[in-house]
Nanobody, 120 residues
Framework: QVQLVESGGGLVQAGGSLGLSCAAS?????MGWFRQAPGKEREFVSA???????YDADSVKGRFTISRDNAKNTIYLQMNNLKPKDTALYYC?????????????????WGQGTQVTVSS
C-alpha cells in the first residue's frame, strides 16, 4: 500500500502560476497527475517515470512541467499560464508499471486530490 499526500493548489487568476507536490510513502515506479472537473471524466495531465522520462497531455504541453525527486519520493507539477479550463481537482497517482502510462486504469494508488481554480 502506497500513501500519497498532495499539497499546493488554490485560487489564481488566468495567466498565473501554481505548483503542486505529491509525496509518496515509499519508492514508486511511475507517478503522475490526473484532473477531474465537475461533470467530466478524470483526464490525464502529466506523468514521469523513475528515470525521469515525462509524458504530457496536449492540453498542457508548454505550460505544465512535471518533475520528481527520487530521494524524497516526491513529484512536482509546475503550472504556468493557467487558464480557466484548467480548473479541476488534481489527483496524484502512482503505478508499478514502467513506460508510458496515460490511462487512469493503469494506476493503482491515488491521493485525495487538491483543488485548482483559475478565475477569468
Amino acid at each position: 500500500q502506497v500513501q500519497l499526500v498532495e499539497s499546493g493548489g488554490g485560487l489564481v487568476q488566468a495567466g498565473g502560476s501554481l505548483g503542486l507536490s505529491c509525496a509518496a510513502s515509499g519508492r514508486t515506479q511511475s507517478m503522475g497527475w490526473f484532473r477531474q472537473a465537475p461533470g467530466k471524466e478524470r483526464e490525464f495531465v502529466s506523468a514521469i517515470t523513475w528515470s525521469g522520462r515525462t509524458y504530457d497531455a496536449d492540453s498542457v504541453k508548454g505550460r505544465f512541467t512535471i518533475s520528481r525527486d527520487n530521494a524524497k519520493n516526491t513529484i512536482y507539477l509546475q503550472m504556468n499560464n493557467l487558464k480557466p479550463k484548467d480548473t479541476a481537482l488534481y489527483y496524484c497517482t502512482t503505478t508499478s508499471r514502467a513506460g508510458r502510462n496515460i490511462q487512469a486504469k493503469e494506476y493503482a494508488y491515488w491521493g485525495q486530490g487538491t483543488q485548482v481554480t483559475v478565475s477569468s
